[in-house]
């Protein structure tokens, strides 16, 4: 017997309302199925909801043939895409990534291409606007979690790092990861 597990992605969006994650979450448990990982946040008036759903390939199936009717209930765009379980590529240390500076266009593009031409890949990444406290400068922020090779002198990368966020004026963290890591 196959112990392989089964998932779903499902990827919404839609207006925010009261109850979307309420109405998400119980479909998928009626389905005897189970949430595994998600993301799900407001970004302007919208919700937006990333969920990893693992369940028995049927029971998947029940809650695909759901999604345009729960669309509809809740008026969220619903995209469903079945995958399965994460392939763990080469031997990757998790570090995480802290950064902070004055808004500006470019700075996830110009952090993303620091890691992409090193080999590093980015597991997960958040970022938020603020103002800042007393001036009210528009500030920005991102918090990544990255898996560096393990063959990677650390040391030498941070330099590097720490250097090319200087060159940028970005005020950023590289450490280890104290977590559970994918």
């Not at 925010?16 to 946040?41: A, F, Y």
Request: charge should be negative; aromatic fraction near 6%; glycine fraction near 8%.
């Amino acid at each position: 017997m196959s112990t392989q597990k089964t998932y779903l992605v499902l990827s919404a969006l839609g207006e925010d309302q009261p109850g979307i994650v309420n109405r998400l979450s119980r479909v998928i448990l009626e389905h005897g199925c189970s949430i595994e990982d998600s993301r799900m946040t407001v970004l302007g008036d919208d919700f937006a909801a990333i969920l990893l759903v693992q369940g028995k390939w049927n029971t998947l199936a029940k809650i695909e043939n759901l999604l345009p009717e729960l669309q509809r209930q809740l008026g969220l765009t619903i995209i469903s895409k079945r995958t399965g379980e994460r392939k763990q590529v080469g031997n990757k240390i998790p570090y995480i990534v802290d950064v902070v500076a004055m808004d500006h266009p470019g700075i996830v593009n110009n952090l993303a291409s620091f890691f992409a031409e090193r080999d590093i890949n980015i597991e997960d990444m958040s970022t938020n606007t603020y103002p800042a406290p007393h001036t009210g400068t528009p500030m920005f922020s991102v918090h990544m979690t990255i898996g560096i090779p393990a063959d990677t002198h650390i040391a030498t990368l941070r330099e590097e790092f720490m250097d090319y966020c200087d060159g940028l004026n970005l005020d950023a963290v590289l450490e280890p990861f104290k977590g559970e890591f994918a």
